[in-house]
C-alpha cells in the first residue's frame, strides 16, 4: 500500500458519492478572448463584499479618488479595504440593494468616475524573498483580496494559516454550468496564476500542491500545464467532469481522499484550498502592487447577444454588464448572479458585481425552465443517491416541512452544501435547496434566541439579587435600630416617656401611619414582588395592533409614506436607533476585548456637528458609564479619560466626554460604596443623578446647536407627558371625574398632535402658538385636578408635589433651548411662582404631624447655597437660560426633599440613599479639574462643586455618627 | 423591467414523476404479453377493467379531499397500481373481485393515507392481500396453461367468464378448469405445496403435466419476461439494484440450502425463482419507490428480508406464494430500517 | 413449602435486579420547572401574569395552563404540551401565534430623564440616568414592554426588530426593491 502522498503523486484520483450531470453550455461564452468594457457611468460599491466585517470608511462624500486608492481600511476581526476600482469622485455614500439574495440594502460608495482612469501611485514588488512573512500578509490584506470562487473569505487570513499545509489545492474546477470565469483566465494568465500560487507556496510551504481542472478544459489544463513546468512541487490534475466536484470539500475528497470534518475546515486536515481567481489578484497585488478592483465575469444565457467573459470593475452595476453585451430580455426573465445551479436571481439589474460575482446569467425560459409545480415526495430517493454529502434528502424535507428543527440536525442538515444536485434530480420538482435554506436561516435564530434568552434569564436573575440584596439591607438597618443594646434606666425612662407621648400623640399620628403605608405600598411597587399588569395589558394591546397594523403596511407598501412629517420623524429615530447600537456594539466590543483601546471609540473624522453626531457621542458615553458599572474593570474611568484625551478636537464632544467620565466615576464609586460592606445598596440610578447636571448642559450644546424641529418636539413631549399625567390622575381617582380627564386628554391630544407634525415643519411662529396653548391647558388641567385631590386625602399630596414640581421642570428644558421666544419665558416664570406656592403649602402641611420635615427642611435650607453653584457651570452667556435652569433646579431638590420627608416617615433607608447621591458629586468633580483646565465657566461650576460635595459629605458623617 | 424571483437551483432534470410511472409500465409490458399468451386475454380484460375505476377511484376521492385532480391524476400512480393489481390476481376472475381490489388499494391504502407519497404499504399488495383472505376462491382460481386446456378459452367466454361468471355454454369458472382430465389445475406453487403435505416428494410432484423443465410451464417464461422488464428498469435507473438483487440473492441462497438439507421436501432455487410472483414482486412491487426503503443499506435488508419471507411463507406458511404478505410485512419495518441505516454523512466520522 | 421459598428467592433476584437497574440506568433529569424553564423566552415580560419566566415555570410545573406566554408564541405553547403531556391549546387572550419580535426604542429628543423605564427593566437593558436622556440596549432587550408603561411622555415605541442579510430567511417572494428602470 503506498503512502497518500505517493498515491497522489501516481495521478490516483478518488471519487465523492453521487453527483450528477446537468449541461454544460459553457461552449457559449469560453470561444471568446476576455472583453474589456467601456468604463460605467457610476460605480456602486458595498463596503462589505467578504465573509467578515467591513472597512471603516476613510473617505467623504465629495472626494476625489484615483484608481485603486482605498476607500476603506481594515479594522478589526476579518475586515478587508475596498478601492476605488477607477478615478472619480464619490458623489453618495448610502445603503442600496446588495449582490445578496434578498437585496438588502447595503451601506455603498458611489462613485462617478472622472473618465481619466488615473492611477494611485502603485508600489509592487519585485521578489517577494525581499519580504518578511508578515509585510506579505499584510499586503494581501490591503489588497483588499477576498476567496474569489464564491464564499468571499479574506485571502489574507487563509494565507496566514497557523496550522501545517500538506496540500494546497487550487481550485480550476468550475463546475457549474454557463461558468467560463476561470477557464479563461487561466487560458490567458497562467503565469500569473502560477506566480500566486507561489507566492502562497512561499507563505504556507505545502508539501505539494494541486491544481483540479475539470476535464472538459483541456485547454486551461495546457495552459497552466505549460506555465508550472519549472516547479516540480505544483501538480495539474484533470479531474473528471461531474457537479459538483468545485466544491470545496468534494476537490479535497477527489484529489486527496480525505474528508473535511464536519463542521470543520480543511486546514483541520491539513489542506488549503484557493480559487484561481484568487491566485491571480495575489499575483497582480503582489508583483504589480494592484489592489483588487476588477475581475472576470461570464455574461452569458441565450438573451445575450454577445455572451463572453469580461474584465468587470467591482462596482459596476449589472445593468451595465447585461447592456454592453446586448440583453434582449424575454418574458419573466430572470438574471441569475452565479450558476444555474448556486446563482440567486437578482431583484433587479442595479446591483453592483462584488469581489465574488464570477458570472451574470440571463437564461431564455427553455433553456432553464421555470420550475413547476411542487408535487409530494414519492421517495425515489433519487435526491440521495446524487447527495455528494451523502445525506437523505428526501428525509430532510420531511422534517423541514414539519419544522422538527432537532430532527434536521440529528440528520445533519448543516452539512448540506446547497449545491442543487438533489433539486435537480427530483422528479417531483421540489425546491428542496430552498427548504434546507429556510430551516437552516430558522435553526440558526432559534439557536441565536436561545443564547439571547440565557442572556435575558442571567441578567433578570442578576437583577433579582440585587433588588433582594437591597431590601435586605434595608431591613436589616431597621432591625438594627430596634434591637440596640439595653439602655441604661434613665434612658429607658427617656424612651418610656416618649412612648408615652406617642401612645398620646395616637390620635393625631393618622397621618403619619397614612405616610407609612403609602411609603410602603410605593417600596413594594418598586420591589416589584408582584407587578400589577392590567393596566399594561391593556396598553399591551394597543401596541400590538399598531405592530400589526406596521407590519401589514410593511408587507404591501413599497410606495413612500404619506406624510412629510411621519417620514421626518421616522429618520430621525431611526438615526437616534443606529447611534444606540452603535454604542451597544462599543459597549459589547469593550467588554470582550481585554484591553479596549482608543481607537475603538469614534473615528474623529467626522466634524460636522450634526444632531446624529452628537447623539452617538452621548450613547457611547452612556455605554462606557455602563461598562464602568460591571465589576471587573477598576481601570475602566482612565481608559475612558484617554479617550476624552484623543478626541479633544470638537467642543461639543469634549463635553459629552467629561460627562461621560464623570457618570463612570460615580458609578465605580458607587460600586465601592456597594463592596465596602457599608448599607448603601445604591440604585443603579442614583449615584448617576450626582454627575447628570453637566451632561445635562453638555447635551443640548450637542444636539441642539441649531436644530428648531428638535425644540419643537421637546416641547411635544411635555404637553404629551402631562397630558398622559393627567389621564392617570384621574384614572386613579376613581369614578366620576374620570371621562372628565379622559376628555380634557382627548381634548388636549389633537392639539399636541398638531404640535408634532408642525415639529418638522420649519417656521416656528404657528408651533410656538400650539405648544404655549398646550401648556396652559395641561396647567389649567393640572390645576383643577389638583383641587379635586386636596378634598380627600393626603396621599395624592405627593403625587401632586410631584406633578407640581414636574411640568416647570419640564418647561426648564425648552427655556434652555428656546431662549428666545417671549411668551415662553412669562409661562415659565408664572410656573415658578406656583411650585414655589405649592411647596410652601405642602412644608405647612407635614410640619404639622412629625419631625421629618425638619431634617427636610435643614436639607432644602442647605441646598440653595450649593445650587448657586450649578447655574455657573451651565452655560453661562444667555440671561434668560441661567434664570430658568436655576428655578428649574431648585425646584427639582425641594421636590427632592419633599420626598425625603416622606420617606424619613417610614425608614431611614433613603437616608443611606440620599447619603449616597450626596457622595457622588466629589468623586465627579475631580476628573474634569484633570481633563479640562481651560475652560472657565466650567472651573467655577468644578469648584462650587467641589465645595457643596464637601459640605454633603460632612452632614452625612454627622447623620452616620447620630444614629450610633 | 421586472425580473422573477427563484431559488436555485435554475436547472431541472426532465425527469418527472409521471415518466417514472410511465417507464414502469411499459417495463411491465413483456411480462403481460407473455401471460397472455400462456393465460389468455383475461388478464388484459382485467387490466382494462383496472384501468377504468383506479381513474375513477382516483378522481372520485381527489375531487372529495379538494386536491387538482387532472394533474394528478397525470402523475400515473394510479394507473401503475392497477396495472400491478392486474396482472396480479387470476385472469379470469370475476370483475367484481378487479374493482373491490382497486377501490381497496387507491381509496384506503393509498389515498386515506394521504395520497401518493404518504402511504405506508403498497397499494397493489395491500388490495391483493384483502381479496385473498376475502375471496380465496376466486383468487386462486388460476386457470392452467393453454396448452394444457384441451380447447383455448374463447375470447367471448373470457368476457362472458369475467362478467357474468359462466361461459356461453353456461359453465362456471371451476366447470371450465375442471374439464380436461376432470382434474384441477392448481399453479404450480399449489401443487408443489399440496405433495409435500400429502407426504409425495418434490420431484414426484414436479412430474405433473403443469411443469417443466425448472418451473411450471408459462410461469416460467412469465417470470423471466418481468425479469428482462426489471433489468431494464434498473438500466434506465429507474429502480436501484439493490432490492431486486438482494430479494432474489436470499431467496436463492435460502432455497438452496432447504434443498441440500431436504431434497425430498424442499424445491429447489430455480423452482423458487421462477414460480409465483417471484419476479414480479422483485422488481415492480418491492421496488414501489413510496413503501420501499430509501437508504442503500436499508434497501439490502429490506429485499433480503422479504426474500426470507417469500421462503419462509412459501414453505412453512398456509398459502403457496407469499410476495404480497412479504412484502406488507417488510413495508411495515421500513421506518425501523431507515432509521438504522443511515448513511455515513460526507466528514462525519471519516475513515482514513 | 418449596413453592415459598422459589417464589420468596424469585421476588428477592427480581428485586436485586431492579434496584441495580434503579441506580445504574438511573436518568439524570433536571427538575421539570427546569426544563419549562428552559422552554420559556425569558423575555420576563409578565404577560403571563406571574414575575417572570421561572415563576410561571414553577406554577407550570403547579399545573397552570401552559398558553399564557404571548412572547412565545404557538412554538412555546406546542413545546410545553410536549413537555408537559397535555394538549397544545391556542394562546390565552387571542394573542398572534407568531409574535412579531420587538425591542424597545426610546425617542431621545422626547425623553426627560425619568428613570421610570430603567426601574421598569426587567433585564437592565435601558442606560441613562436622572434627567439624562435613556436609551435601550438592543442586544439585551427583550421586547416585553415592561418599560412602556411607565414612561411619562410616551416616548418608549415597541420596534419590530430590523431584518438583516443574517436574519433574512429567504423568503424570495417578500423581496420588495424599488425598481428604478
Same mark, same amino acid.
Given at each position: ?288 502592487? &494592484? ?83 411542487? &408535487? ?26 414539519? &419544522? ?210 452628537? $447623539? ?20 475602566? *474611568? ?33 460600586? !465601592? ?162 411650585? &414655589? ?128 | ?25 411499459? $417495463? ?65 376472475? *370475476? ?258 | ?5 422459589? !417464589? ?174
Amino acid at each position: 500500500m503506498d503512502t497518500l502522498l505517493e498515491q497522489i503523486e501516481l495521478g490516483t484520483l478518488w471519487q465523492f458519492p453521487g453527483g450528477i450531470h446537468p449541461p454544460q453550455q459553457k461552449t457559449l461564452s469560453n470561444d471568446k478572448p476576455i472583453a474589456r468594457l467601456a468604463l460605467p457611468s457610476k460605480l456602486v460599491l458595498p463596503l462589505k463584499q467578504h465573509i467578515g466585517a467591513n472597512g471603516q470608511l476613510i473617505v467623504n462624500k465629495g472626494q476625489h479618488v484615483l484608481k485603486g486608492q482605498a476607500l476603506t481600511q481594515p479594522s478589526g476581526n476579518w475586515s478587508l479595504p475596498i478601492h476605488a476600482p477607477t478615478s472619480g469622485e464619490i458623489t453618495d455614500i448610502a445603503p442600496m440593494p446588495s449582490a445578496h439574495p434578498s437585496a438588502l440594502p447595503e451601506l455603498s460608495i458611489i462613485l462617478t468616475p472622472d473618465g481619466k482612469d488615473t492611477w494611485t501611485e502603485l508600489t509592487p514588488v519585485t521578489s517577494i524573498e525581499q519580504l518578511s512573512h508578515q509585510a506579505l500578509i499584510d499586503l494581501i490584506h490591503n489588497a483588499g483580496i477576498a476567496g474569489m470562487g464564491g464564499a468571499g473569505f479574506p485571502t489574507y487570513i487563509k494565507a496566514d494559516s497557523q496550522r501545517p499545509v500538506e496540500f494546497l489545492i487550487v481550485n480550476g474546477v468550475e463546475c457549474e454550468p454557463y461558468i467560463t470565469a476561470d477557464d479563461m483566465l487561466m487560458r490567458e494568465h497562467a503565469e500569473q496564476i502560477v506566480q500566486g500560487i507561489e507566492i502562497m507556496q512561499h507563505l504556507l510551504t505545502p508539501t505539494i500542491t494541486l491544481i483540479g481542472i475539470e476535464d472538459n478544459k483541456p485547454e486551461a489544463v495546457d495552459a497552466l500545464q505549460n506555465a508550472s513546468k519549472h516547479n516540480p512541487n505544483i501538480i495539474v490534475r484533470a479531474i473528471p467532469t461531474i457537479y459538483p466536484s468545485g466544491g470545496e470539500k468534494q476537490l479535497i475528497k477527489v484529489l486527496t481522499s480525505q474528508e473535511v470534518p464536519s463542521g470543520g475546515i480543511p486546514a483541520d486536515i491539513g489542506v488549503l484550498v484557493q480559487n484561481v481567481g484568487t491566485l491571480f489578484a495575489v499575483s497582480e497585488a503582489v508583483f504589480k502592487g &494592484k489592489p483588487l478592483i476588477e475581475r472576470v465575469v461570464t455574461v452569458t444565457g441565450s438573451t445575450i447577444t454577445d455572451a463572453r467573459n469580461v474584465w468587470a470593475l467591482i462596482g459596476t452595476e449589472i445593468k451595465h454588464l447585461l447592456d454592453s453585451q446586448g440583453f434582449e430580455p424575454v418574458e419573466a426573465q430572470r438574471v441569475v448572479m452565479g450558476g444555474p445551479m448556486m446563482g440567486f436571481t437578482l431583484p433587479t439589474v442595479r446591483i453592483p458585481v462584488v469581489k465574488t460575482t464570477n458570472c451574470i446569467l440571463a437564461p431564455d425560459n427553455s433553456e432553464l425552465a421555470h420550475a413547476g409545480e411542487e &408535487k409530494a415526495c414519492i421517495r425515489c430517493s433519487a435526491c440521495a443517491d446524487v447527495c455528494p454529502q451523502t445525506l437523505l434528502p428526501q428525509q430532510l424535507q420531511w422534517f423541514a416541512k414539519g &419544522k422538527e428543527y432537532d430532527k434536521l440536525e440529528s440528520y445533519n442538515l448543516f452539512d448540506c452544501i446547497e449545491c442543487g444536485a438533489c433539486s435537480y434530480v427530483c422528479p417531483s420538482e421540489i425546491p428542496l435547496v430552498q427548504y434546507y435554506r429556510v430551516a437552516k436561516a430558522e435553526i440558526r435564530e432559534q439557536k441565536i434566541e436561545q443564547i439571547n434568552a440565557e442572556r435575558a434569564k442571567v441578567r433578570f436573575e442578576a437583577r433579582k439579587a440585587r433588588l433582594e440584596q437591597e431590601q435586605e439591607e434595608r431591613k436589616n438597618r431597621h432591625s438594627r435600630t430596634s434591637s440596640r443594646p439595653a439602655k441604661p434606666a434613665a434612658e429607658k425612662a427617656k424612651v418610656a416617656d416618649a412612648l408615652s407621648r406617642v401612645t398620646q400623640k395616637q390620635g393625631e399620628k393618622s397621618a403619619v401611619q397614612a405616610a407609612i403605608e403609602r411609603a410602603k405600598a410605593k417600596k413594594m411597587a418598586d420591589g416589584s414582588v408582584q407587578p400589577d399588569n392590567s393596566e399594561m395589558m391593556q396598553e399591551r394591546e394597543k401596541r400590538k395592533e399598531q405592530a400589526r397594523q406596521y407590519k401589514a403596511q410593511k408587507q404591501h407598501d413599497d410606495t413612500p409614506n404619506d406624510s412629510k412629517s411621519a417620514v421626518a420623524a421616522a429618520i430621525a429615530r431611526a438615526k437616534a436607533k443606529k447611534a444606540a447600537k452603535l454604542s451597544d456594539d462599543q459597549a459589547i466590543a469593550d467588554l470582550d476585548t481585554t484591553k479596549p483601546c482608543a481607537s475603538e471609540t469614534p473615528s474623529p473624522d467626522e466634524t460636522k456637528a450634526d444632531p446624529r453626531k452628537a $447623539a452617538v457621542a452621548a450613547a457611547i458615553a452612556r455605554a462606557k458609564a455602563k461598562k464602568a458599572a460591571k465589576p471587573s474593570d477598576g481601570n475602566v *474611568p482612565e481608559e475612558v479619560s484617554e479617550t476624552a484625551k484623543t478626541h479633544s478636537d470638537t467642543d461639543p464632544r469634549k463635553a459629552a466626554v467629561a460627562a461621560a467620565i464623570e457618570r463612570a466615576k460615580a458609578k465605580k464609586a458607587a460600586k !465601592l460604596a456597594q463592596e465596602q460592606g457599608s448599607d448603601e445598596a445604591p440604585h443603579v440610578n442614583n449615584p448617576e443623578s450626582g454627575s447628570k447636571p453637566e451632561l445635562d448642559t453638555a447635551d443640548p450644546v450637542n444636539t441642539e446647536a441649531d436644530a428648531d424641529p428638535r425644540k419643537a418636539a421637546v416641547a411635544a413631549a411635555i404637553a404629551r407627558a402631562k397630558a398622559k399625567k393627567a389621564a392617570k390622575l384621574a384614572q386613579e381617582q376613581g369614578s366620576d371625574e374620570a371621562p372628565i380627564a379622559n376628555n380634557a386628554e382627548s381634548g388636549s391630544k389633537p392639539e399636541l398632535d398638531t404640535a408634532d407634525s408642525v415639529n418638522t415643519e420649519a417656521d416656528a411662529d404657528p408651533r410656538k402658538a400650539a405648544v404655549a396653548a398646550a401648556i396652559a391647558r395641561a396647567k389649567a388641567k393640572k390645576a383643577a385636578k389638583l383641587a379635586q385631590e386636596q378634598g380627600s386625602d393626603e396621599a395624592p399630596i405627593a403625587n401632586n408635589a410631584e406633578s407640581g414640581s414636574k411640568p416647570e421642570l419640564d418647561t426648564a428644558d425648552p427655556v434652555t433651548t428656546e431662549a428666545d421666544a417671549d411668551p415662553r419665558k412669562a409661562a415659565v416664570a408664572a410656573a415658578i411662582a406656583r411650585a &414655589k406656592a405649592k411647596k410652601a403649602a405642602k412644608l405647612a402641611q407635614e410640619q404639622g404631624h412629625d419631625e421629618a420635615p425638619l431634617a427636610n427642611n435643614a436639607e432644602s435650607g442647605s441646598k440653595p447655597e450649593l445650587d448657586t453653584g450649578d447655574p455657573v457651570s451651565t452655560e453661562a452667556d444667555v440671561d434668560p437660560r441661567k434664570a430658568a435652569v436655576a428655578a428649574a433646579i431648585a425646584r427639582a431638590k425641594a421636590k427632592k426633599a419633599a420626598k425625603l420627608a416622606q420617606e424619613q416617615g417610614s425608614d431611614e433607608a433613603p437616608l443611606a440613599n440620599n447619603a449616597e447621591s450626596v457622595s457622588k458629586p466629589e468623586l465627579d468633580t475631580g476628573d474634569p479639574v484633570s481633563t479640562e483646565a481651560n475652560v472657565d465657566p466650567r472651573k467655577a461650576a468644578v469648584a462650587a462643586a467641589i465645595a457643596r460635595a464637601k459640605a454633603k459629605k460632612k452632614r452625612k458623617e454627622q447623620e452616620g455618627n447620630d444614629p450610633s | 423591467m421586472k425580473l422573477t424571483m427563484a431559488s436555485s437551483p435554475h436547472n431541472h432534470s426532465q425527469k418527472s414523476v409521471s415518466t417514472l410511472m410511465i417507464t414502469v409500465m411499459c $417495463a411491465c409490458i413483456p411480462g403481460i404479453l407473455t401471460q397472455a399468451y400462456f393465460f389468455g386475454f383475461g388478464v388484459l380484460i382485467q387490466l382494462i377493467i383496472a384501468l377504468v375505476t383506479a381513474t375513477l377511484v382516483e378522481a372520485v376521492i381527489l375531487k372529495l379531499r379538494n386536491k387538482p385532480i387532472l394533474s394528478t391524476l397525470n402523475d400515473g400512480s394510479a394507473w401503475l397500481t392497477a396495472v400491478l393489481l392486474a396482472i396480479s390476481i387470476p385472469p379470469l376472475a *370475476p370483475w367484481w373481485i378487479t374493482v373491490i381490489g382497486i377501490v381497496f388499494a387507491i381509496g384506503m391504502v393509498k389515498q386515506l393515507y394521504g395520497g401518493l407519497g404518504f402511504n405506508i404499504f403498497n397499494p397493489a399488495m395491500g388490495a391483493y392481500v384483502l381479496l385473498l383472505i376475502s375471496f380465496p376462491v376466486q383468487m386462486t382460481s388460476w386457470i392452467p396453461v393453454e396448452q394444457l386446456l384441451g380447447a383455448p378459452i374463447a375470447l367471448t367466454d373470457q368476457f362472458s367468464l369475467i362478467f357474468t361468471h359462466t361461459n356461453s355454454a353456461g359453465l362456471t369458472l371451476d366447470n371450465v378448469r375442471t374439464s380436461i382430465d376432470g382434474t384441477t389445475m392448481a399453479t404450480p406453487l399449489d401443487a408443489v405445496k399440496t405433495a409435500v403435505s400429502q407426504s409425495f416428494t418434490v420431484s414426484e410432484a414436479m412430474k405433473g403435466a403443469q411443469f417443466s423443465d425448472y418451473a411450471g410451464i408459462g410461469w416460467q417464461w412469465v417470470n423471466v419476461a418481468y425479469l428482462l422488464g426489471g433489468i431494464y428498469l434498473i438500466k434506465t435507473k429507474v429502480i436501484n439494484w439493490h432490492i431486486p438483487v438482494s430479494l432474489i440473492a436470499t431467496l436463492a441462497i435460502c432455497s438452496a440450502i432447504g434443498y441440500i438439507v431436504s431434497p425430498g421436501t424442499q424445491a429447489g432455487s430455480m423452482f423458487h425463482l421462477f414460480s409465483g410472483a417471484t419476479m414480479l414482486g422483485a422488481f415492480f412491487i418491492a421496488t414501489d419507490p413510496v413503501s420501499a426503503c430509501t437508504t442503500n443499506k436499508g434497501r439490502l435488508i429490506f429485499g433480503a428480508a422479504i426474500g426470507l419471507l417469500i421462503y419462509l411463507i412459501r414453505h412453512f406458511g398456509g398459502y403457496p406464494d407469499a410476495v404480497a404478505f412479504a412484502v406488507l410485512l417488510m413495508n411495515m419495518a421500513v421506518p425501523l430500517i431507515e432509521h438504522y441505516t443511515q448513511p455515513r454523512t460526507y466528514g462525519h466520522g471519516a475513515k482514513k | 413449602m418449596y413453592a415459598l421459598i422459589a !417464589l420468596g428467592s424469585l421476588a428477592l433476584i427480581f428485586g436485586i435486579i431492579l434496584g441495580y437497574a434503579a441506580v445504574k440506568y438511573r436518568v439524570e433529569s433536571s427538575p421539570i420547572v427546569e426544563q419549562v424553564d428552559a422552554i420559556l423566552p425569558q423575555t420576563q415580560c409578565g404577560q403571563c401574569g406571574y414575575p417572570g419566566c421561572r415563576p410561571y415555570a414553577e406554577a407550570i410545573a403547579n399545573g397552570d395552563e401552559i398558553n399564557k406566554c404571548p412572547p412565545g408564541g404557538d412554538a412555546t405553547v406546542k413545546k410545553l404540551a410536549d413537555l408537559m403531556g397535555v394538549d397544545a391549546k391556542p394562546l390565552a387572550g387571542g394573542e398572534e401565534a407568531e409574535p412579531i419580535k420587538t425591542v424597545a426604542y426610546i425617542r431621545e429628543d422626547e425623553c426627560i430623564g425619568c428613570t421610570k423605564c430603567i426601574q421598569a427593566c426587567p433585564v437592565d437593558a435601558i442606560v441613562g440616568a436622572t434627567r439624562q436622556m435613556h436609551t435601550v440596549i438592543d442586544d439585551e432587550c427583550t421586547g416585553c414592554d415592561l418599560c412602556v408603561e411607565p414612561c411619562p411622555v410616551d416616548c418608549i415605541d415597541m420596534l419590530p426588530v430590523e431584518q438583516t442579510k443574517q436574519t433574512w430567511k429567504w423568503q424570495l417572494n417578500a423581496i420588495s426593491v424599488t425598481q428604478i428602470d
